[in-house]
């Protein structure tokens, strides 16, 4: 995907859909990791229904709940960088800007209130070009550079 595609939808009509398709797939997703859950939960339970924690569990329960744990991160993390939802604030009805060094859509909201920080801090860093950085500063500035 190209770096900084905008998806922005002026239609009223068409807004709804897009949203309704987003709450569908959003809903899918949700389903899938309740199952998930419910397999996770099941397994770490004895026999008598009480929780048990996973250094006591079989070495095959083991694997299981360690790749079960693996699936539900893996649905996690493809809803926080998908479409459906902005990886900032988090709210779905809105266009979108995808940012390409984050692998991550933004709403346009987020996406400009990034890129004003962004070019705040390239007027700084101008104005202190001479002073050495640390890394804090350096991993902000390579933030920044994807926003502008």
């Not at 900084?4 to 398709?21: D, H, M, T, V, W």
């Not at 900032?88 to 979108?96: E, I, L, N, Q, V």
Request: glycine share 4%.
């Amino acid at each position: 995907m190209r770096d900084k595609r905008a998806i922005i939808i002026k239609s009223p009509r068409l807004q709804k859909i897009r949203n309704g398709f987003r709450d569908v797939f959003y809903q899918a997703a949700r389903l899938k990791r309740k199952k998930i859950y419910d397999e996770m939960d099941r397994i770490s339970r004895d026999d008598s229904g009480k929780p048990m924690p996973i250094r006591l569990m079989a070495p095959d329960a083991k694997k299981r709940f360690r790749g079960l744990q693996e699936q539900e991160n893996g649905i996690t993390d493809m809803i926080d960088r998908s479409i459906l939802k902005c990886v900032t604030c988090g709210k779905g009805h809105r266009d979108m800007v995808y940012n390409k060094a984050y692998d991550a859509w933004y709403c346009t909201e987020c996406y400009g209130l990034e890129q004003v920080a962004a070019q705040r801090r390239a007027k700084a860093r101008a104005r202190d070009s001479d002073k050495a950085k640390s890394c804090e500063e350096k991993a902000i500035e390579s933030h920044s550079k994807t926003f502008l």
